[in-house]
């Protein structure tokens, strides 16, 4: 298994807070991403880093917002968080951006009341 | 921009028996990758089968093959034998091979059950 870990893994907050999630990895892979899982979506991008200091927008970025200062490590921030950011939240890895899978992180699952 | 389609919801297998399920894709790209991910009860997201689109064979990792049809830009996974543990909900994912991050876009999610 690829060594992916995201903390935490459970979170209860409330609106208006703000929450950080963090994602690490053991691998040295150059691409990190943030999705989002919700029924009848699939998973959808958030945000993803191409390098240390190197982020991009994805499908459903509005309302995060991301860093990386090291290689193993991507964080995502939601600033104020509101009920429709309830989501299980996956961080991935891969080696390329071509063909090579992504590896996926546990999940983590946000609950925002 | 690319979109996928899986249009099953749910899907129920006997097990032993052969199921598949249907994926569609949309994009005007002619090299890419497609994946089939599958996602059990405990949410890990688990890499089942990957095609190359410039390959024209399709696919196969043990029970599981894929019917990849570029011109109609379909890409099916059959299995075969279906046991227990294939229960879970399955994704088919697409990724561009241009420099766009390498990102994935995700279908809906096919959710399978097998029955004993």
């Known amino acids: 298994d690829a060594g992916i870990t995201q903390s935490p893994r459970h979170k209860v907050t409330e609106t208006g807070t703000p929450v950080t999630l963090r994602c690490h990895q053991t691998e040295n892979h150059r691409y990190m991403y943030w999705y989002r899982q919700d029924p009848g979506h699939g998973l959808r991008l958030i945000h993803y880093s191409y390098g240390v200091k190197d982020t991009d927008k994805g499908e459903v970025s509005d309302g995060y917002s991301v860093s990386r200062s090291k290689t193993e490590d991507f964080l995502l921030t939601l600033e104020s968080a509101t009920s429709s950011q309830t989501s299980v939240y996956f961080c991935?890895?891969?080696?390329?951006?071509?063909?090579?899978?992504?590896?996926f992180g546990p999940g983590t699952r946000l609950t925002v009341t | 921009a690319q979109t996928v389609t899986q249009s099953q919801p749910e899907m129920s297998v006997q097990e032993a028996e052969t199921v598949t399920l249907s994926c569609t894709y949309d994009t005007s790209e002619s090299d890419y990758y497609l994946f089939w991910y599958k996602q059990p009860p405990s949410r890990q997201m688990i890499l089942v089968i990957r095609?190359?689109?410039?390959?024209?064979q399709n696919a196969t990792e043990n029970r599981f093959s894929v019917n990849f049809q570029k011109a109609a830009k379909s890409f099916s996974l059959k299995i075969s034998d279906s046991q227990l543990g294939d229960a879970a909900m399955y994704f088919c994912a697409y990724r561009s091979a241009r420099n766009q991050g390498g990102k994935l876009i995700f279908g809906q999610g096919t959710e399978l059950s097998v029955k004993p």
């Open positions: 095609q190359e689109a410039y390959k024209q």
């Open positions: 991935a890895i891969s080696e390329s951006n071509q063909g090579r899978e992504q590896y």
